[in-house]
């Protein structure tokens, strides 16, 4: 079976740093996407993932650790805005390279 | 502007009463998905299609159907509505998890969400 493991909530204080973990046991792994959801709205990108290590994009960081199924997204200055649900997503390989296995998101509130 | 459309956005409709819900993409996307976001259980995927006339079951393809005639349209199709099909449902398009290296960003719908009474 697939499986993805995020932490359910995180609270963090605005200007502050949080860490969102992600830990995964798929049967293939073509790529880890991090996505944002804003209550009620769509999930966006964020960021992607396929090699081991650190990819910075702004504030917005995400690192992957192929060998310990691992990824962590890392929020630098929290604002306000930042608080959403967070959703970590692992693409399958070979056949399956259209299907996208997500968890059930962290949901992040910044507190002032 | 580059976007996916759904509609409708809100639908109550009863058991066993078929509907489709719409998905459009002016993007020239290859790559569609349907997705149902349910409390507790986050996004789950349902069908997704890598080309015209190419569609395969994501993890909860039971009770649903697609079909991709054309490259920009991908519709969900319940045939006979169950209230265990109650949920946030969203289409997503991307240009080609393969071409693409895998790195595409998939470009979600505004969502659309269905009771079934």
């Known amino acids: 079976g697939q499986n993805i493991d995020q932490p359910t909530e995180m609270t963090a204080t605005e200007g502050a740093i949080v860490q969102i973990n992600c830990t995964y046991q798929t049967s293939g792994f073509n790529g880890l996407f991090w996505y944002q959801q804003h209550a009620g709205e769509a999930p966006t990108f964020l960021s992607y993932?396929?090699?081991?290590g650190l990819e910075e994009k702004g504030r917005f960081s995400s690192f992957l650790s192929r060998s310990k199924g691992y990824s962590y997204l890392l929020l630098k200055e929290l604002q306000m805005k930042d608080s959403a649900s967070y959703l970590c997503a692992v693409r399958l390989d070979g056949g399956s390279q259209g299907n996208l296995i997500f968890g059930k998101g962290t949901k992040l509130s910044v507190k002032p | 502007e580059a976007q996916v459309t759904q509609n409708p956005r809100y639908l109550i409709t009863v058991t066993g009463k078929k509907l489709t819900v719409t998905c459009s993409q002016n993007m020239n996307h290859e790559y569609m998905s349907w997705y149902r976001q349910d409390p507790g259980l986050g996004l789950r995927q349902i069908y997704y299609s890598m080309n015209v006339e190419v569609t395969d079951k994501g993890d909860v393809p039971e009770g649903y159907k697609v079909s991709r005639k054309e490259k920009r349209n991908f519709p969900l199709i319940l045939e006979s509505p169950s209230p265990n099909q109650t949920s946030l449902y969203f289409c997503a398009s991307s240009l080609s998890p393969i071409l693409a290296g895998g790195s595409d960003t998939q470009y979600f719908g505004p969502g659309t969400r269905l009771t079934v009474l």
């Open positions: 993932n396929v090699l081991d």
